[in-house]
């Protein structure tokens, strides 16, 4: 019987790692694929729903559209994990595995931060689609996009919210009568990349956006109308997109291989420490930022090594922490970050653009996952 690899979660890293699988060793691949939802959805499409560019249902891609050679996708929730017995249980069956890697992401912690839930957050696809139907009622006085803690998904994000808000409050004519600030816990607004938050503070400057960094947000209070950041400054606010604390999912932090709120791996290989267990992507401690290009970049380092203990071969290439992620700066402009976190001595960042022409290239990134994974 082949090794039997169980996959929790089916995200950036879960599917990477099922289709190199599949591709290297075909029906022997023997992966089981466990996920909780009906869809996958990429993180920057909150963006399109929050600005109304695109509804939710066409930022959704099915599972049902999943079909790899050697690969099994079975939509359950996992309930437990017993990482030294290798064993899941989910609401639906008990999976033994051989290998097994978790790749179950970050969840929202909403109640970690009071009145955030009230005011709004835009980092899930139903918390973008209330605030798209909040904004056409905004036509005047201040917007907030606040951080409320770190680590966050995609860094950028914030920043690029308050951009394309800017674009969206001008269409409408009222930019003038609102004032946008974005509260980051950051001194800067991408930390390991001094290029982008240059730019990206030139930028803020250009459109009249107010940077607050160096504190995240502690409390809304809706009824006062008022923002409190960890320092102690206070910010009145009308209109507020609020980006929720993080932490693994309950079923992880639930389970031994949780310390310090997510999973600790050795950044080169992914291992946790229980052999044969591996953690991938924003669920585990990886030393890089929480975005779907490490997620699926660690899962490939992952792939490599059950590839090479099956079929032989040279150990994989340690995972080197290097990635592009792409940044909107309104008017159709996007620049790339090229980082690399983990080669050299410490983080290098640099920017490439913005430009229409990179917008382009990330509609092909998002495409060419698409097509890679779903086939369509
Ligand atoms: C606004 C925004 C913009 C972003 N922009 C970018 C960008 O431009 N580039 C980029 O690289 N990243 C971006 N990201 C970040 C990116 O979406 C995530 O970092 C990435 O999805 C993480 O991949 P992952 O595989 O670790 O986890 P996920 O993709 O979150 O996958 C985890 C999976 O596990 C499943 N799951 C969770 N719990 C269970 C359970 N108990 N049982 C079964 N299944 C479960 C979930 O349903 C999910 O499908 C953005 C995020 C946001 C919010």
């Known amino acids: 019987m082949s090794e039997r690899v169980v996959i929790l979660g089916a995200g950036f890293g879960g599917l990477e790692l099922a ?102 957050e835009f980092y899930s696809v139903a918390g973008a689609e209330r605030m798209r139907d909040v904004l056409p009622t905004f036509t005047r006085g201040h917007a907030v996009v606040g951080v409320c803690g770190a680590p966050f998904k995609c860094p950028p994000a914030p920043s690029e919210a308050a951009l394309l808000l800017h674009d969206y409050l001008s269409d409408r004519g009222v930019r003038d009568a609102c004032q946008i600030s974005v509260v980051l816990p950051f001194g800067t607004p991408v930390p390991p990349s001094p290029d982008t938050s240059e730019a990206l503070l030139a930028a803020f400057a250009a459109c009249g956006i107010e940077f607050v960094g160096s504190s995240p947000v502690a409390a809304v209070d809706v009824e006062q109308g008022t923002v409190s950041l ?56 990886l030393g890089v930022p929480k975005a779907g290009v490490f997620s699926e970049r660690a899962a490939r380092v992952v792939a490599d090594a059950i590839v090479a203990r099956r079929l032989g071969g040279e150990p994989p290439e340690p995972f080197d922490g290097r990635g592009s992620c792409f940044v909107e700066f309104g008017s159709g402009r996007v620049g790339r970050v090229d980082v690399d976190f983990l080669s050299g001595p410490k983080p290098v960042g640099t920017l490439a653009g913005p430009s229409p022409e990179l917008a382009a290239e990330k509609v092909d990134f998002g495409a060419s996952r698409r097509a890679r994974w779903f086939g369509c």
């Open 19 to 120: 289709t190199v699988l599949s591709e290297k060793l075909g029906e022997e691949a023997g992966v089981t694929l466990l996920e909780a939802g009906e869809s996958f959805v990429f993180g920057y499409s909150k963006l399109d729903v929050l600005f109304g560019r695109r509804e939710p249902h066409e930022v959704r891609v099915p599972y049902a559209g999943f079909a790899k050679p050697g690969v099994r996708l079975l939509r359950e929730s996992v309930t437990t994990i017993d990482p030294e017995a290798l064993r899941v249980t989910t609401d639906r069956a008990v999976h033994e595995a051989d290998v097994l890697v978790i790749a179950l992401g970050a969840d929202y912690d909403l109640d970690a931060t009071p009145g955030v839930a009230e005011a709004g």
């Open 230 to 285: 960890a320092d102690g400054r206070e910010l009145p606010y009308d209109l507020f997109l609020g980006v929720p604390r993080h932490r693994a999912p309950r079923v992880v932090l639930e389970s031994p291989l949780a310390e310090g709120g997510y999973v600790p791996v050795d950044s080169r290989t992914l291992g946790t420490r229980f052999p044969n267990v591996y953690a991938v992507g924003d669920v585990a401690t």
